[in-house]
Structure formats: structure tokens, C-alpha cells
């Protein structure tokens, strides 16, 4: 069954400083692959996703995330932090024409500092 | 625009009362899903619906049960609510019948505790 797994439950980077959130994913055959983020006391909204397309993928906000198959990973960057980006990042994956379930990894947590 | 409505946003429960967790959207999406976020733990699936009349389980259906009651409408159900099912509760949604490749749409939440 397909999985991931993201590296770091917190991640802390100063303003202005280039984030860098770890998603490795595990897939027989090749995934999908998404990006989500959650703010305080929201549901989850889609920053970007992967469909096999271009391996980099640009989202909202200013990130993007490149699929790399050798490495099986799919990392979140965004260049320049903003205070308003402290949120909670979750990777998720799913299976072309296999079933209809997106799996979701257990999040990362990002802090600004100032 | 509405998206994905939830209700209750709080719930306090007993051990071994039962509640309906309801979810509606109003963007006549196929497939709904129930998920359940716990600390240290992301999003797990209870169960979806890839379609009006149809239901799956999910990676933790035990102790739940739902109906995809029109293509607007999927609830959630507690039987006998135990103190593990304490947790935040999200109801999603997404257009297609099957979504592996569909950008979810998420409601705001049901935070449970069962006491």
C-alpha cells in the first residue's frame, strides 16, 4: 500500500529564511502526490499536487515542491518565509486507477521566528 | 459560497453514547469523505463514498458507521462512543467519482471529546 513520510514533526526557520518541508513517499507503481496546508482551527486547503505531469510543481502562495522519483521524494520549498506561513503541512499520497483513497502523512509543523 | 459544511463544531459525549456527525457540500461533488486528525498522527481515513450509494472503509473504520444519505449529504455515526474516538473530525469532499488525483475540499472541523 502506498504511504509517506515526512521528516520533522516541528520545523523552525527565521523570516525571510527558505523553507524546506521533507515528504519521502512509497508507491509501487507511480503515486500522485499532494501538498496541503492547515491554519489555526481551519480544514485543509490544496497548496499544490503532482499528476505525472511537470516534476516541478509550482502551488499558491510562493511554493513549490519537486517530484523526484530516484529519491522517492517530493519536498515543499518556498524561498523566502513569511510569518503568515505558520501552519501545519501535510503530504499525501494516492494511486492512479488502483482505488479512491488520498493518504495523508502526519503533518510537519511550521514556526516563523522573527 | 458554502463548500463543505460541518455540525456540530463541539461535542462533548459519554462513554457509550451514540451521536451523528452530519456534512453537507453544495458543489455537487461525487465523493465524500471522513477522516480523523489526532496529534502526532495527520489525517486517517474512516471511511468515503465515491459516489451517491456507495460507501468504503477507510484505514480506521472500527467503531463507525456512515450513510451517503443524497450526493449532497454524508453523515458519520458513533454508536458507542469511547475515549478513543476523542479527536477532530473532517468532512471532505472532491468532484469525481474516485479522486486519487482530485484536489480535496475540507470542512472546518468537529472537535469530539468523549469522556
Known amino acids: 500500500a502506498q504511504s509517506v513520510t515526512q521528516l520533522g514533526s516541528h520545523v523552525s526557520v527565521s523570516e525571510g529564511a527558505l523553507v524546506l518541508l521533507r515528504c519521502n513517499y512509497s508507491s509501487s507503481v507511480p503515486p500522485y502526490l499532494f501538498w496541503y496546508v492547515q491554519y489555526p482551527n481551519q480544514g485543509l486547503q490544496l497548496l499544490l499536487k503532482?499528476?505525472?505531469?511537470?516534476?516541478l510543481v509550482k502551488g499558491i502562495n510562493g511554493f513549490e515542491a519537486e517530484f523526484k522519483k530516484s529519491e522517492t521524494s517530493f519536498h515543499l520549498t518556498k524561498p523566502s518565509a513569511h510569518m503568515r506561513d505558520a501552519a501545519e503541512y501535510f503530504c499525501a499520497v494516492s494511486v492512479p486507477n488502483r482505488d479512491d483513497k488520498i493518504i495523508f502523512g502526519k503533518g510537519t509543523r511550521l514556526h516563523i521566528l522573527p | 459560497n458554502a463548500g463543505v459544511t460541518q455540525t456540530p463544531k463541539f461535542q462533548v459525549l459519554k462513554t457509550g453514547q451514540s451521536m451523528t456527525l452530519q456534512c453537507a457540500q453544495d458543489?455537487?461533488?461525487?465523493?465524500m469523505y471522513w477522516y480523523r486528525q489526532d496529534p502526532g498522527m495527520g489525517l486517517r481515513l474512516i471511511y468515503y463514498s465515491a459516489s451517491e450509494g456507495t460507501t468504503d472503509k477507510g484505514e480506521v473504520p472500527n467503531g463507525y458507521n456512515v450513510s451517503r444519505l443524497n450526493k449532497r449529504e454524508f453523515s458519520l455515526r458513533l454508536e458507542s462512543a469511547a475515549p478513543s474516538q476523542t479527536s477532530v473530525y473532517f468532512c471532505?469532499?472532491?468532484?469525481?467519482?474516485?479522486?486519487?488525483?482530485?484536489?480535496?475540499?475540507f470542512g472546518s472541523g468537529t472537535q469530539l471529546s468523549v469522556l
Open positions: 503532482y499528476t505525472s505531469a511537470a516534476t
Open positions: 458543489m455537487n461533488h461525487n465523493s
Open positions: 471532505a469532499s472532491s468532484e469525481g467519482r474516485g479522486s486519487y488525483n482530485e484536489k480535496l475540499f
